[in-house]
Each structure stands twice: as C-alpha cells, then as structure tokens.
C-alpha cells in the first residue's frame, strides 16, 4: 500500500492548493464530489479490475482479450502510451516538486535558486539507484516515508480544524461569502461538479495499486489460475489508501480553504503548490515546517517509485511479448537505466516545470481510469450481470466526461501523451522487425502420431514437404509430392511427410507449438498452429532434430509474386516469402553448417 500511496498520497503536497485554486470558495464542496467519485467510481472499478488481472496486467490487459489480432496489439500500444505519459510524468514532475519544496523554504540556501533541473535530476538518479538494488529495498523506503507523512499530515490537519474550532467565525464568512457568490446550494452542487475535472489529480495513484499486485504475496491455496489471497489483499490495498486519502482530501480542503487567504493560492504565493505546509510553518513554527517541508520532499521524489513500480511490471509483460523490444526488456536493472534517461530527458526539456507538465500527468491518468472503468462495463455485460454493467457505465460516462474537459482545457497533455504514443509505436515496430528472423516457439510438444511418423525413417534423413493448408484433396497432395520429386529432386523411394503450419494470429509473436500428425488421403501429415509459416517451420525442424537425432530436410515451391510485397506480408500476416525467410531464420538459429536442416526451393 505503501509503494502505490508515495503517489497516491503524495498527492496531499500540492492537492488542496489545485483545489482551493480551481474552486476557490467551492474548494470543500468539489473536494467532497472527488471523493464520492473515488469511492463510488474508481475504487469499485479497480477491484474489479483487480480481480480479472490479478497478475498486474490492470485494465490494458482485459482490453487486450477484447480486441485480437492487430487492433489490439496498436490499441494496447496506445494504452501504455497513455500509461508511460503517467507513469514517466509522475516520476519528473513529482521529482520537480519536490525541488520546488526544497527551494521555497525559508532554510533553504541561496545558491539553491535557480537550480531547479540539476536538483531535480539528482532526485531521479537517486531513485535510479534505489531500484537498482531492487524492490525489497524500494517497498521499505517507502513503507517509511508515508508512515512519517501521513502523521505529520494528520498533525497539521487537527491544528488547523483546532484552530478552525475555536474560531468559528470563519465558518459563518466562509458560508455568507459562498451564498453571496453562488446562491443557492443548487447552484454550488452545479458549480462544484463543473469544476471537478480540475481536481482530477487526486485521484492517481489506483493504477499503480493495480500495478504493484505481484508484490502481494497471497496465501498458500492460491492458484496461478485463481490467486484469491492477492485479490484479497489487493481489494484491502485499494480500499484503504482510498478511504485515508478520502479523509485527508476533506479536512484538508476545509481547513485551507477557511485558514488561507484567497491571494495566497495565486501563483508566488506563499501557499501556492504547498497549502499545508503554509499551515504548517503558521501554526507550529519554522521548525516543525521544515519538518515537514523535509517529508514532503521525500515522498514526492519516491512518488516516482510507484510509477517506475508500473512500468517495470508492464513494459516487460507485453512489448516483448509481441516481439516489440528486446529481450533484454525483461530484465529489471536495463529498464530501469533506460526510464532513468527517459525521466532525465523530460526534466530537461521541460525544465523541471511542475504546470507545464500537470496537463501531460492529468490525461495519462484519467485516460488510463477511462479504459479501466470501459473494461469492467464490457466484462459485467458479457457476464450478463445488468445492474453492474450499468453501474460501471455510469462511472465510465463520468470518468470520459472528466478526460474530455481536461483535454479540451489543457491540450498541451494529450500532445505529450502523443509523443510518448508515437515514440513507443515507432521503436516497437522497428524491434519487431529486427526481430522478425527469431524463433518465436517458447515451447514445443509431439503428440504420438507425429513422433511415430518421424521416427519411421530410422537410418535417413526426414524428409518434409511444405503445404498451404487451403486445399485438402488428394489431387493436392499428389501434385505437391509430384513437384517435389520432379522440381526438387527428391528420392522417388522415399517416404515424405507433409508439414502444415495454419496462421491464426498473425500479430502474436511467442506461441507455444503442438504438432499432431494425422493421415489425409492416405498421406501423412504434420499439423501445427503457429503465429506465422516460416519462424515455425524453422522451430519444428530443429525440435524434430534433436528429437530423432535426424536431419530434416524440408521441401519448398517458390513463392510467386513481387518479393518486397510478400515480404510484408510476411511481416504483418506471416506468409509470404517462405522458403527463404525459413533458411534465413534456420541460419541465425544455429550457426553450424552441419547441424542445420536443410532447405530446397524448386
């Protein structure tokens, strides 16, 4: 809970400044319209997410099962474009805040002014090497800093309804002014849900809870299928960092908005981007508003430990899956270097701005709360249960209204949030072409038919001749052996074995294969279901090889037509140049000569 709340809660640095900001005297009332969305939208939707993805996928991942093939592989590409805009910008911008905490008290050094992108990349490089030495590490620094955070929090909060207590007179103005600027409580509901899209910041932070489930260890009955301990244990996570930032989010827009000069909310004021820790410095001294100051500093730069907690769990789940990024994607220690020059490369070109980078932080979120709450209505309707579907469309339909006014009224997020789209798109697709001539089998099994029909030549080599699996007539077969014999020289005595390979989706890029062997028109044949032609047959040739401890000799018509057209079809459909792209696939998968099968193109 912890690692997910040094971003959700963190949140209380600069919160009730946003709010009291963008609400002004409705600042409580759009506050209490946050939190009932909290509670009543995003928690229901992510134990829901929870239970469906409990591996961490989050929501991406049951949007993914809805759409196959290549529409979902770039609608997936485009949610953690979505999810790299938050996550990333959760980690510069909070890093940039916490400088700006650091600068703006009255401790602070002179030389410190101005420096505001150097102190800032300190911050990301520490947390760099925080997660270098790994998660352990990383849930412990954060166990501390929000425990020492939230007390403090807590601290500052009863001072200030204290002080509100025993000087009631703030109340009464606060509500005459507020009759006076909005009329009736109608008109401030109406107001206060106008203005909710503005506060929309405290809500982040659900994904990441979603995010960090493999770090829940569960109990001894769970299951990979069906983990109901992590479930557990992620359902206790959500609801009770949501019912504590609830309860902050309430005092702590009261007591701001009654205790704070309106002035002081304006950008260069002493409150701005920082309402309690204004309250703090007041009411409890210099001393214990450095404290603060102190422990508002760390969590903000750890903020970025849950975001780069996100990223770790879902870049490695899916890119190279799809054949996306390399292989070394899955390791932690790379990726962590790399989103670490990442982070450094953002801080730069915005230079550590905290605004100009709310907008790109406000549409990663509410994109990513959006998909999840779509995801859940689908799964409730294709389950048939009527009053949760519409429940979740409700909140859908509120979560879609709030990104659409924070796109409209900050563009500025979505155009980042394209860059991070268009970056991801562009090194995925140049990866899954590099990657194009791999093995893609992560396992291969032989029914008894296939291994009976490859250990039928005990002396020889097998020999296999390729065939579309489009038309099953004997005619077919006998042609195909016809041509071999004819155009490829193969013995008239020997006893070949056709192989099929169907292409169901072509998009995936790791399968794992079964080959079953089953007589057509008294031919035999070798049936596998694969991703693409060529990687497959390449893989099922060298398990047929160290399986017999025979070399496999495959037999090829070429293709007809124009080569760089099927070569893309090769690249998007998985046909198309077969023979060669076979050999070549053959080549790079085993470097010697003569352990390699052989290919014959007539």
């Known amino acids: ?21 963008a609400a002004g005297l409705l600042s409580p009332l ?9 509670l009543l939208g995003a928690l229901p939707v992510y134990r829901r997410v929870a239970a469906e993805s409990p591996r961490g996928e989050g929501s991406i991942a049951m949007l993914e099962r809805l759409l196959p093939r290549w529409g979902g592989k770039l609608f997936v590409l485009a949610l953690l474009g979505f999810a790299a805009t938050d996550f990333m910008i959760t980690m510069t911008l909070s890093a940039a805040d916490a400088s700006a905490h650091a600068i703006e008290n009255p401790f602070a050094p002179e030389w410190m002014h101005g420096q505001e992108v150097v102190i800032t990349l300190a911050l990301i490089a520490a947390l760099g090497v925080v997660f270098l030495r790994g998660f352990k590490e990383a849930i412990n620094v954060a166990v501390l800093l929000v425990g020492v955070f939230l007390v403090l929090n807590a601290v500052v909060v009863t001072v200030g309804l204290a002080h509100v207590a025993s ?11 507020l009759t006076v600027q909005h009329g009736d409580p109608l008109m401030m509901i109406a107001v206060a849900l106008l203005v909710f899209p ?12 979603v995010a960090v489930m493999p770090q829940i260890r569960g109990t001894d009955g769970d299951t990979e299928e069906n983990p109901v301990g992590r479930i557990r244990g992620a359902h206790k996570l959500l609801t009770v960092a949501a019912l504590i930032m609830s309860a902050f989010l309430v005092t702590s827009s009261f007591v701001t908005t009654f205790l704070i000069p309106a002035e002081e909310f304006e950008p260069g004021g002493k409150a701005s981007g920082r309402a309690l820790a204004y309250l703090a410095h007041l009411y409890m001294g210099d001393g214990f508003g450095t404290v603060y100051d102190i422990s508002t500093i760390a969590i903000l730069w750890f903020a970025g430990a849950s975001a780069m907690a996100g990223l770790l769990n879902l870049v490695p789940r899916y890119l190279p899956r799809f054949g996306m990024a390399p292989t070394w994607t899955r390791a932690v220690r790379p990726l962590v270097l790399v989103f670490t020059a990442i982070a450094f490369l953002v801080t730069i070109v915005f230079r550590a701005d905290v605004d100009a980078q709310g907008g790109a932080y406000a549409t990663g979120v509410l994109v990513l709360m959006t998909s999840a709450s779509i995801a859940v209505t689908l799964s409730a309707r294709r389950k048939g249960q009527t009053v949760r579907t519409l429940g979740f469309g409700a909140v859908a339909l509120v979560f879609l209204y709030t990104t659409v006014v924070n796109v409209v009224e900050r563009p500025d997020g979505i155009r980042i949030a394209a860059l991070f789209i268009l970056g991801i798109v562009l090194v995925s697709f140049a990866s899954r072409i590099r990657r194009s001539f791999e093995l893609r089998a992560t396992h291969i099994t032989m029914d008894q038919a296939a291994l009976e029909f490859t250990a039928a030549s005990e002396e020889g080599p097998i020999r296999l001749i390729s065939h579309e699996p489009k038309v099953f007539s004997a005619e077919r077969y006998r042609d195909k052996l016809a041509h071999a014999r004819q155009a490829n020289h193969l013995p008239a005595d020997s006893e070949a074995i056709f192989i099929e390979v169907i292409v ?3 998009s995936d890029f790791e399968q794992a294969l079964v080959v079953e062997g089953k007589i057509r028109n008294g031919y035999r044949v070798l049936e596998v279901t694969g991703n693409n032609v060529p990687n497959t047959l390449a893989a099922v040739l060298l398990h047929i090889r160290d399986v017999t ?3 496999p000799h495959i037999y090829f018509r070429w293709t007809e037509g124009n080569p760089i057209a099927n070569l893309s079809k090769y690249l998007f459909f998985g046909e198309g140049e077969i023979a060669p792209v076979t050999r070549e696939v053959l080549r790079e998968a085993e470097p010697d000569v003569t352990r390699r099968p052989w290919v014959h193109v007539g």
Do not use: H, R
């Open 1 to 21: 809970m912890c690692l997910t709340g040094v971003d959700y809660f963190s949140t209380l640095g600069y919160q009730p400044a946003i709010a009291a900001l």
């Open 30 to 38: 759009a506050t209490i319209v946050l939190v009932a969305v909290t």
């Open 167 to 177: 000087n009631g007179q703030v109340v009464s103005d606060w509500w005459a002014a």
């Open 198 to 209: 503005k506060l929309a910041l405290g809500l982040s932070g659900f994904e990441t809870g």
């Open 504 to 506: 169901e989706d072509s």
């Open 549 to 551: 401890g025979l070399m």
